[in-house]
Nanobody, 117 residues
Framework: QVQLVESGGGLVQAGGSRRLSCAAS????????VGWYRQAPGNLRELVAA???????NYADSVKGRFTISRDNAKNTVYLQMNSLKPGDTAVYYC???????????WGQGTQVTVSS
């Protein structure tokens, strides 16, 4: 059974930093594409950052230069380092993995990040 567990959310002041973690069981991150999404109230869920099997990363324009996605294969964990946070970054952040062999999607339960001005 695949489980994704996010942690690291919380309240942070504008300009501050936060690191989110997503630990997986039942699936190996290094052989599947992994991403972080976020959803603010009233908005659609949007892709924030993703890392491919080969380690190629891509980011939403709104977070480029501020957020960094990384993967620790030994810990089977993906991170999202968020710097220079803005109130507009306030959302529930979700970890996502698409299993390569059948393209099935898995989601974590989400972690709330609130940026105060």
């Amino acid at each position: 059974q695949v489980q994704l567990v996010e942690s690291g959310g919380g309240l942070v002041q504008a300009g501050g930093s936060r690191r989110l973690s997503c630990a997986a069981s039942g699936i190996i991150f290094s052989i599947n594409a992994v991403g972080w999404y976020r959803q603010a109230p009233g908005n659609l869920r949007e892709l924030v950052a993703a890392i491919s099997i080969g380690g190629v990363t891509n980011y939403a324009d709104s977070v480029k230069g501020r957020f960094t996605i990384s993967r620790d294969n030994a810990k089977n964990t993906v991170y999202l380092q968020m710097n220079s946070l803005k109130p507009g970054d306030t959302a529930v952040y979700y970890c996502h993995v698409r299993r390569t062999y059948d393209r099935k999607d898995y989601w974590g339960q989400g972690t709330q990040v609130t940026v105060s001005s």
